[in-house]
């Protein structure tokens, strides 16, 4: 599975921005939305990936409490691109952020998805967003 990501910039605090990952290499049968879930994570340095949004198999979102109401995840199903949305942009927002995917075990439901880094072993190069003040 191959993630690419984009949309990444510098804009000023307020300001909105849409990063995209468009995926592909899916092999043996996986259908894409009913056998993964996908994850938006962003990084700043000497901290480790902190999982902002999650989209599950069914289209169930979740979001980090600090990104709930100005982060928007969602999924273009026909596109096979998973979006993210940023409202009313801050300084503190400024990290590297990617896009992640894991093919979704058997015993797991299909509306939970996993902020949690670990849980991901396909992962996208990042986009930078600088945010100034």
């Known amino acids: 599975v191959q993630l690419v990501e984009s949309g990444g910039g510098s804009v000023q605090a307020g300001g909105s921005l849409r990063l995209s990952c468009v995926v592909s290499?899916?092999?043996?049968?996986?259908?894409?939305?009913?056998?993964?879930?996908m994850a938006w994570f962003r990084q700043t340095p000497g901290k480790g990936r902190e999982g902002v949004a999650c989209?599950?198999?069914?289209?169930?979102?979740n979001y980090a409490d600090t990104v709930k109401g100005r982060f928007t995840i969602s999924l273009d199903k026909a596109a096979s691109t998973l979006y993210l949305q940023i409202q009313n942009l801050q300084p503190e927002d400024t990290a590297l952020f990617y896009c992640?995917?894991?093919?979704?075990?058997?015993?797991?439901?299909?509306?939970?998805?996993?902020?949690?880094?670990?849980?991901?072993?396909?992962w996208g190069q990042g986009t930078q967003v600088t945010v100034s003040s």
């Open positions: 992640a995917a894991q093919r979704r075990p058997p015993y797991m439901s299909s509306w939970h998805c996993s902020r949690a880094s670990s849980n991901f072993r396909n």
């Open positions: 290499g899916f092999t043996g049968g996986d259908y894409f939305m009913r056998d993964y879930y």
């Open positions: 989209i599950a198999a069914d289209g169930t979102t």
